[in-house]
């Protein structure tokens, strides 16, 4: 602002307020702001006080100060959750408001509609990437146009899980999350819906990992991260990774115990998931990388225990020992010589466990479906 008087008397002048400077001629003033900024706007009067002569007081001039008074500031979002950027501005002659993208694309205009102060509101939703935004105030008469400085909103995401694992039953594994920023943790059984808090280690900031020991059943698992609101620094919300399924190896059929007589064929069934390699054992021995195994006109030598190993790239598993039981006659019934009218018997044994049952036959007729011992006794001619 300036400041003359007509009279060639120097005058000492002095202003409301803000710096004065004196330039040549001596008679003009001028108040000079380095760098206005909106306490400074207001009305000023400059005062020439002129010695003896008296004093003049010019009439006020006002100040009008055009700004930028609330910048947007960086903000947090959480990956498919809203942000929201605020901006204000002030002077006369203000236009609008408008948004723009780093880009320089427009996304939203908020007219002043006559007034000297606007704030607007930038609402973004689903935020899936880092993005910068920046407002402008449009001022006219004259004209003048006021940029903001870049806005970054920052996008926190979940940017590592654990793969899908397989395991072998009986096993331990330990699932991680890594989340940005520092995020509140949990962890939930994806069927049940049900919060895992077992075996959750939850100390390191960003990250958390769950630990599954002696697993025996399959289990699909999820990592949920919760952010809280902070005002002016991001609106919160939550996060679920994708599904992380445990599978667990087992044994799907384990061999029984088999009772076979003696020269005929028996089989001993082991089966497991995801194909297993299947090995066979008698009495801790190898004897067979073929699954089923086939044991083939057995023999009393073939009588004793076995058991298969399954073995997958996790590990192995050792299925229960199982026995063979092999049936054989061991005395036959013997020809004999009986006096008419008197008896005889005949009998017979055999290596038997669990017992059954004999049946006796003359010329491959039953004789006496009643009896199930292992004598018989002839009482007559007759039956000779």
Not at 298 to 323: A, I, N
């Amino acid at each position: 602002m300036m400041c003359q008087t007509t009279n060639h008397i120097t005058p000492t002048f002095s202003w409301t307020s803000g710096p004065v400077v004196t330039d040549d001629p001596v008679w003009v003033s001028s108040a000079v702001w380095s760098s206005v900024s909106l306490s400074d706007e207001g009305q000023y009067t400059c005062t020439a006080q002129f010695a003896d002569k008296g004093t003049l007081v010019s009439t006020p001039a006002t100040l009008h100060v055009r700004a930028i008074t609330t910048a947007p500031v960086d903000q947090m979002a959480v990956s498919g959750h809203s942000a929201a950027l605020t901006c204000s501005a002030h002077g006369t002659g203000l236009v609008s408001i408008t948004w723009l993208h780093s880009s320089g694309t427009e996304l939203q205009v908020d007219p002043a509609n006559s007034a000297v102060d606007l704030t607007s509101t930038l609402s973004l939703t689903d935020m899936t990437q880092d993005t910068e935004y920046r407002c402008r105030a449009t001022f006219q008469s004259p004209a003048l146009v006021l940029d903001s400085e870049l806005t970054l909103v920052y996008v926190y995401e979940i940017t590592e899980v654990s793969d899908d694992v397989t395991v072998v039953s009986g096993q331990t594994t330990t699932l991680s999350c890594v989340a940005e920023g520092t995020p509140t943790f949990f962890w939930t059984d994806v069927q049940s819906g049900n919060q895992i808090t077992a075996n959750v280690d939850n100390t390191q900031a960003g990250s958390s990992t769950l630990t599954l020991p002696t697993l025996t059943s399959d289990i699909d698992v999820a990592c949920h991260v919760t952010y809280a609101a902070a005002p002016g620094v991001t609106l919160g919300g939550s996060l679920t990774s994708d599904t992380v399924s445990v599978t667990v190896n087992d044994i799907t059929t384990h061999p029984a115990n088999k009772t076979v007589v003696i020269g005929y064929d028996t089989t001993l069934e082991c089966e497991g998931r995801n194909s297993p390699n299947i090995t066979w054992y008698k009495d801790n021995t190898l004897i067979s990388s073929t699954s089923p195994l086939t044991l083939q006109s057995v023999e009393m030598s073939d009588q004793t225990s076995y058991y298969c190993r399954l073995t997958w790239p996790q590990g192995s598993l050792t299925s229960d020992k199982v026995r063979v039981t092999v049936l054989d006659i061991l005395v036959h019934p013997m020809s004999g010589i009986a006096v008419d009218g008197g008896a005889t018997s005949a009998s017979c044994s055999a290596a038997l466990h669990p017992a059954v049952t004999f049946r006796w036959y003359k010329d491959n007729v039953l004789l006496d479906p009643s009896s199930g011992d292992d004598w018989y006794t002839i009482t007559s001619s007759s039956d000779a």
